[in-house]
């Protein structure tokens, strides 16, 4: 058995040797292209120890590479050994530009096309143009991982339509429309949230995303060809998602998408691995590259999973209070907890809602200086930090309930931060005010918003390296595409029913980190005008930490939309807590005024 990674790294430089091969390509994806990798498919994990969510490797005979962003710079030191691997940066030195200046013109380099989707194959292709790129049918990994652990079979869970909406059978018709429009016969669907979202199903096969490890071929009549072991589903199935499904094992897909011979077949070339675009290619299927047909219809959220969205806040927002109610008395006490005992206390709070089936990603708890590594990861640490006087700390979590999806951050003053970090903080909060207030046309894209948020950062000079907002699902992932607020220019308007979260920030590296986060729903408002507008409409309720504004920096419309936000959370999480946790909510949520 390989149990060292030095040992690892040797077995795939002789597996090159045997092979003939001159490198292998290993990315931190896995087939589904997800965000969330399980964890018997963390094969970059496996060869090299590194845990985070973003990276690639580079073996070739000689030497060894690995690529992370800046988000890791740290954490791979920690976790890679340097004698074995060479520390890259992802972005400023992309894994193929090191593969072209180490390796000779004519070099073989394998890739497993499931780890790939296939824009990142044209793009290789040419960058590789002067080496050889091999396509492998079987990972070296997976040969050679002998203790990999069992997928986690998780139960099939059926959504009634009462608590999403919409039958199966009518989200089939309605996707089988778009397929025929584009031209297609067919669409492959490899995201895990639209297969889920088309048949009304969730399960726990992966963490953090309710989700089951499946695919399905959707014809433009409706019909629906799903790839799941058949003994995972119960007995209730056939009649929960009505006529047209067809349920095939998994084993079966190679075959099935073997006999589209002749077909237009509608692929993601963002959201799908270049695997199923090979397949199709060479069984004489023409391949039209066009975007899932789900991501609409899943992003703008109908009349139930809106009503299921506002109460899972709701209770999400008790929750939270009663956090935050604990966290100000131990303080106070002078019990300075560390990052790990106030992330498992905040679980523990949420886990008391029976409908709460998972977190919807892994608590950011962030003290200090840690908060201002924006995707900061406690467990990724050789110890938690612990909480300081007069600093800031940062919470980022949320919960994956049975009626909708959580995602909130605030950023709490321990005992009396600076005059700097009020007014970063107070410039954060003008931007989230920014947005939430906006109003505009339809076919406003996110890119027009995000300038709301930044507005008052860049005019003194500051600004943050994330996007302002993603979409998130309901009772599905908490990273939903096709829509986001941010710098690029992604051409997906935003429309009515969609829920995207409100995330400005600030960062100072090794000092502090700040970032309010609210999910806001896009509503439609009537005026007085030549049209109706498009509005957001705060999701999140829970209070905004007042010890950390500088209240004479917000204009009136400002300070009003404050006031009136802390009056909602009052009256809407108040009956929800009683005793010590009420008062406290109720001092938190008092309107301020200016001096």
């Not at 149990?3 to 045997?18: N, P």
């Not at 896995?30 to 990276?55: C, K």
């Not at 931007?431 to 046309?441: L, S």
């Not at 995000?450 to 390296?465: C, I, K, M, P, S």
Request: aromatic share 8%; hydrophobic share 40%.
């Amino acid at each position: 058995m390989l149990t060292t990674t030095e040992q690892r790294l040797a077995a795939i430089k002789e597996w090159l040797v045997q092979q003939n091969l001159d490198a292998l390509l290993v990315p931190h994806e896995d087939e589904y292209l997800g965000e969330y990798v399980p964890a018997h498919n963390e094969r970059l994990h496996w060869l090299s120890g590194f845990t985070g969510s973003a990276g690639a490797a580079v073996i070739t005979r000689e030497n060894a590479a690995i690529f992370v962003d800046g988000r890791y710079t740290v954490q791979v030191t920690k976790q890679v050994p340097a004698e074995l691997f060479e520390y890259r940066h992802l972005i400023e030195e992309p894994a193929l530009d090191w593969v072209v200046e180490q390796l000779p013109v004519g070099a073989k380099v394998a890739i497993d096309p499931r780890m790939h989707n296939s824009g990142w194959l044209e793009g290789a292709q040419d960058k590789l143009a002067k080496h050889e790129l091999v396509i492998l049918s079987e990972n070296p990994i997976d040969l050679l991982w002998s203790d990999r652990p069992e997928p986690l079979v998780s139960d099939v869970r059926l959504m009634a339509t009462h608590a999403v909406g919409q039958s199966s059978q009518s989200k089939r018709e309605e996707i089988g429309k778009i397929i025929d429009k584009a031209g297609a016969d067919c669409a492959v669907i490899t995201a895990l949230d639209s297969v889920c979202w088309l048949l009304n199903v969730r399960g726990l096969d992966v963490s953090r995303l309710p989700v089951l490890l499946s695919h399905a071929i959707v014809t433009n009549e409706g019909k629906v060809e799903y790839f799941l072991d058949p003994a995972r589903l119960p007995a209730e199935f056939a009649q929960h998602v009505g006529q047209g499904v067809e349920v095939f094992h998994p084993d079966q897909l190679q075959s099935r998408l073997e006999q589209l011979t002749g077909q237009r077949v509608m692929v993601d070339p963002a959201t799908s691995n270049t695997w199923f675009k090979l397949v199709l290619q060479n069984s004489g299927a023409t391949v039209v590259s066009k975007a899932d047909p789900c991501l609409l219809p899943k992003a703008a959220k109908n009349e139930v999973e809106i009503a299921g969205m506002r109460e899972c806040h709701l209770r999400d927002g008790a929750k939270m209070v009663e956090f935050l109610a604990w966290l100000d008395a131990e303080v106070t006490a002078g019990r300075l907890h560390d990052e790990a005992v106030l992330s498992d206390k905040l679980y523990a709070i949420r886990k008391q809602d029976p409908t709460l089936m998972d977190l919807s990603f892994d608590t950011i708890s962030a003290a200090g200086g840690n908060a201002a590594m924006c995707h900061y990861n406690h467990e990724n640490q050789p110890e938690p930090g612990k909480l300081e006087m007069n600093t800031l700390y940062l919470v980022d979590s949320g919960g994956q309930y049975l009626d909708g999806t959580t995602d909130i951050t605030r950023t709490i003053a321990i005992g009396q931060p600076s005059d700097d970090m009020i007014k970063q903080f107070t410039l954060v909060l003008k931007g989230h005010i920014g947005v939430a207030r906006a109003r505009f046309p339809k076919a406003t894209r996110g890119y027009q918003i995000d300038t709301l948020a930044r507005q008052h950062l860049w005019a003194e000079g500051f600004d943050y390296d994330h996007g302002t907002g993603h979409g998130v699902g309901h009772f599905l992932s908490v990273h939903e595409g096709p829509a986001s607020i941010s710098k690029k220019q992604i051409d997906v308007p935003l429309l009515k029913g969609m829920v995207l979260s409100n995330e400005p920030g600030y960062y100072r590296a090794d000092a502090f980190g700040i970032r309010i986060e609210n999910l806001e729903i896009v509503v439609e408002q009537q005026t007085q005008g030549d049209f109706p507008v498009l509005a957001f409409e705060s999701l999140t309720r829970c209070p905004i930490d007042v010890r950390n504004i500088n209240v004479d920096m917000l204009t009136r419309p400002e300070l009003a939309w404050l006031n009136d936000y802390h009056q909602k959370v009052w009256d809407e999480i108040g009956p929800l807590v009683d005793g010590e946790v009420k008062q406290w909510l109720q001092q938190a949520t008092q309107p301020l005024s200016h001096s």
